[in-house]
């Protein structure tokens, strides 16, 4: 029988204050299904960093990394962890306009990025549907966005970044000075050091419009075939799935195909590039203010509802808007997740997941429909499920794979929960029997044995050694990395 | 809704209804700090809840409520040892024999110190996080002698009657922020401290334990235990004073 743990106040230094209590917070997931208490700090500076590091090692605590809490799972929170909000080192430090070259803090958010940048012609290469995570955020997971087979991940574009250990050195890290720990930090999701800078490349663009093209698929095999087709002539590839379709309907859906208009094409490039432009409507219908449309969708947000709304959806993109050619602008195109502010609220009070496997083409449609019919089997078909195309990255531990990816998101309930993370383990099975992987920004409910068998190349070994190298006394950690790495 | 609890703290877990409601909680499943001064006791209790059980849910925590600067940096560690908290009880007590004639404030303070001041230290702790957090449920262990101010121990009613009102201050700080703050007032329970004494209608420890816990899980604001002492209060609260003087209770 283990032994009892005496909790002796001689293992604890009472003559040493106890943190504050009024930095003690309920942090959450961004999908509302996982949360934790903890010490939270917001520093606006390095030094501040080094403070909050240094405190931890002192008292023996772990510390946790944030951005802006969009990671939907468990990967920004640890309880009774530090947690080490970095969104208010938020400056700009250089930009050329010239190169496209942009030098900021870690904790500036990609609509800052853009924000600033689209005047003078250029907009991030890579960008996830939100506009709000951080820049550190996205290179601490590595994110994609709908160009991932053309432009990679956020990281293939990061040209410098520097890295605070937390024994308090900063390193400056890039694909010339020191690869193998630049390549590793990039998708580590915060456990080798806090990024504090990093010099980002973005993509030169000679209009504030896109060429979007709606696309209907009558099945799974379609929606594939049009997705790998339209890799190489569309920037931005992106299907929106009905997952409730079965049998010869199942994996219906419409995707959407963009490409940016070339000079010449956009008759006012300057009215285009303006922020005005870009700013996502106040209402819809002309009517709606944004701010409530969310408390009209959450009536609809359960079985039946969401049923309809995904059939619904589905006809009119196969009627009304087939085949639809239409300009719209990049924020709007690209940040769909923003359209409807506070969206997420519809899934209250349980929450919500999102499970995102990656798999190579060649098994991605006997994988995928395994996937959609397991949901349907056991009466939790997704809400919202998006098919992208991605390609390998050089990153360590690198979700990208040459193939499909399938997110697909789940509302978590007081009655499902338990069954719900027995599909996730149960989705994921016919994922590495492919070959693929998974992606640590989504998930909440991977068991740690599956989420490793995506690595077969000493990937976790040689991540385990840098681990060692920059941070022997394992100060940053998050529950994601303790569920997934132990 | 009814509560579940899977980390608890109990303060007062060496005897008595402190340590039932420990063994009971940790036979629920329930991972259990159990704060107490006597450390023999307290491990031997902690170790055979662990084999009962087949793993470690009770964690003994040597500490004497007296020592009032102690109790932060302590509580700040029961969460990190449970992996979460979601329920604090105060059990700790002591009650003095005081002769009818005998006026020893060193005893009063000593009853003072463990029935009030304690519960004070370590539910000012938990309420500061519940009220943060939101959530939680802190249960005091009172007493019906805290209804009145009967002649026989006026420190032991003078300390219940004070740990209800606080409980109640409490209540009424964080019940906003989904808090239970739950108030105990026992009748005649079989423990170390009631030994001796003229009893009747007694329970068990344990199975005041189940009452207790029955009753925190529904987050009720006040529940006698068992249920009939509340009659017995109201009777007793309902004696006009000059009466009430005249009868040896």
Same mark, same amino acid.
């Given at each position: ?486 | ?123 000012? *702790? ?5 009220? +943060? =957090?939101?959530?939680?449920? /802190?249960?005091? %262990?009172? @007493?019906?002698?805290?209804? &009145? ?73 006040? *529940? ?5 002492? +509340? =009659?017995?209060?109201?009777? /007793?609260?309902? %004696?006009? @004073?000059?009466?009430?003087? &005249?009868?040896?209770?």
């Amino acid at each position: 029988m283990p032994p009892a743990t005496a909790v002796s106040p001689s293992s604890v230094d009472t003559a040493v204050a106890p943190l504050p209590v009024d930095r003690l917070e309920r942090v959450d997931g961004w999908g509302m299904a996982v949360s934790a208490p903890g010490y939270v700090y917001r520093p606006s500076t390095i030094d501040g960093v080094r403070d909050v590091l240094e405190l931890a090692q002192r008292r023996g605590l772990p510390v946790t990394q944030r951005g802006s809490g969009r990671s939907y799972g468990d990967a920004a929170l640890c309880p009774e962890a530090l947690i080490l909000e970095l969104n208010r080192m938020r400056r700009i430090l250089a930009w050329d306009p010239e190169s496209g070259v942009l030098d900021a803090e870690a904790g500036v958010s990609i609509a800052e990025i853009w924000r600033y940048a689209l005047g003078d012609g250029w907009w991030p290469a890579v960008v996830p549907g939100t506009m709000h995570p951080t820049l550190g955020g996205c290179l601490a997971m590595n994110v994609h966005g709908k160009n991932c087979w053309r432009r990679g991940t956020v990281g293939d574009h990061c040209l410098e970044l520097d890295l605070l250990l937390p024994t308090g050195e900063i390193r400056t890290l890039s694909r010339q000075r020191d690869a193998e720990l630049f390549h590793g930090v990039i998708g580590s999701f915060g456990q080798l050091g806090v990024i504090t800078r990093a010099r980002w490349q973005l993509k030169k663009v000679s209009s504030g419009l896109l060429e979007v093209r709606a696309v209907p698929a009558r099945d799974l095999g379609e929606m594939l075939r049009i997705a790998d087709d339209a890799k190489e002539t569309s920037e931005y590839v992106v299907g929106w799935l009905d997952a409730f379709a079965g049998g010869k309907r199942l994996g219906r859906g419409q995707l959407h195909l963009a490409r940016h208009l070339e000079e010449g094409e956009d008759p006012a490039p300057t009215q285009t590039l303006k922020l005005e432009a870009q700013d996502l409507p106040d209402t819809f219908f002309g009517v709606i203010p944004r701010s409530v449309m969310w408390r009209l969708m959450k009536p609809w947000n359960h079985r039946p509802g969401m049923r309809l709304v995904n059939s619904v959806k589905f006809h009119l993109s196969n009627t009304l808007g087939k085949d639809a050619v239409y300009p719209q602008s990049l924020a709007a195109f690209s940040f769909l997740l923003d359209y409807v502010p506070g969206w997420k609220k519809t899934y209250l009070p349980g929450g919500l997941i999102q499970h995102q496997s990656f798999v190579p083409a060649p098994a991605a449609e006997g994988v995928f429909r395994r996937q959609l019919e397991l949901c349907r089997q056991r009466g939790m078909p997704s809400f919202l499920a998006v098919l992208k195309r991605h390609r390998p990255d050089p990153f360590l531990l690198s979700h990208a794979v040459d193939g499909f990816s399938l997110a697909l998101d789940f509302p978590v309930t007081g009655g499902n929960r338990r069954q719900l993370w027995r599909l996730v383990r149960d989705l994921a099975e016919p994922v590495i029997e492919a070959g693929g992987r998974f992606y640590p920004a989504k998930d909440a409910a991977l068991p740690p044995e599956l989420f490793r068998a995506g690595f077969t190349d000493g990937q976790l070994e040689r991540f385990a050694e840098l681990k060692d190298r920059c941070d022997p006394d394992r100060v940053l950690t998050s529950a994601l990395a303790e569920r997934l790495l132990g | 809704m009814k509560r579940e609890f899977h980390h608890a703290l109990v303060i007062g877990a060496s005897s008595g209804i402190g340590e039932a409601l420990a063994r009971r909680l940790a036979a629920a499943d329930c991972r259990v700090v159990m704060v107490a001064r006597r450390r023999d006791e307290l491990e031997r209790i902690a170790a055979e809840i662990n084999d009962l059980c087949g793993e470690e849910r009770a964690f003994p925590l040597v500490h004497d409520v007296r020592d009032r600067d102690e109790v932060p940096r302590l509580f700040e560690q029961v969460p990190r040892t449970l992996g979460g908290l979601d329920l604090v009880v105060y059990a700790s007590g002591v009650l003095h024999k005081v002769g009818f004639e005998e006026y020893d404030t060193a005893k009063d303070a000593h009853t003072f110190e463990v029935n009030l001041l304690g519960a004070v230290a370590w539910l000012n *702790a938990a309420a500061a996080r519940f009220q +943060r =957090l939101g959530g939680g449920t /802190i249960v005091g %262990i009172g @007493s019906i002698a805290g209804d &009145r101010g009967r002649s026989g121990s006026p420190a032991y009613n003078t300390s219940k009657g004070a740990l209800a009102i606080y409980l109640e201050t409490l209540r009424n700080r964080i019940a906003r922020r989904g808090t239970k703050v739950v108030t105990i007032k026992p009748g005649y329970v079989e423990t170390p401290m009631t030994a001796g004494a003229k009893m009747f209608w007694e329970v068990s420890a344990d199975r005041a334990a189940q009452i207790i816990l029955a009753k925190a899980r529904r987050g009720v604001v006040c *529940a006698y235990v068992p249920a009939r002492w +509340r =009659l017995v209060s109201w009777v /007793i609260r309902s %004696i006009p @004073s000059f009466l009430f003087r &005249r009868l040896k209770v």
